[in-house]
Nanobody, 121 residues
């Protein structure tokens, strides 16, 4: 019904930048909140940044001032600009969306498949 596809991950040196994208497709009426999460080996998945449909944002303390979340509601796409990357940012990054399907009046949570971000020291 809904697919979230992440792209933009890769290998980068410390101090470098990457831009992640998450494109949602399917029987979408609207998308409420969206977010980026990450999971490093041996650690729990954690929220990196979130954004409401109106553009209000929140960030994990560890990425404030370095990462910027944004979205294009017309394209059902969300972005994460990651600057000044550190080795501790290495993780699989997942996008998450609260989607209202056509014909329904409540939202459901969907996840992307994840994209690997590796930051070398």
């Amino acid at each position: 019904q809904v697919q979230l596809v992440e792209s933009g991950g890769g290998l980068v040196q410390a101090g470098g930048s990457l831009r992640l994208s998450c494109a949602a497709s399917g029987s979408i009426f609207s998308i409420n909140a969206m977010g980026w999460y990450r999971q490093a080996p041996g650690k729990q998945r954690e929220l990196v940044a979130g954004i409401t449909s109106g553009g209000r944002t929140n960030y994990a303390d560890s990425v404030k001032g370095r990462f910027t979340i944004s979205r294009d509601n017309a394209k059902n796409t969300m972005y994460l600009q990651m600057n000044s990357l550190k080795p501790e940012d290495t993780a699989v990054y997942y996008c998450n969306a609260e989607v209202i399907l056509i014909g329904l009046d409540y939202s459901q949570t969907y996840w992307g498949q994840g994209t690997q971000v590796t930051v070398s020291s």
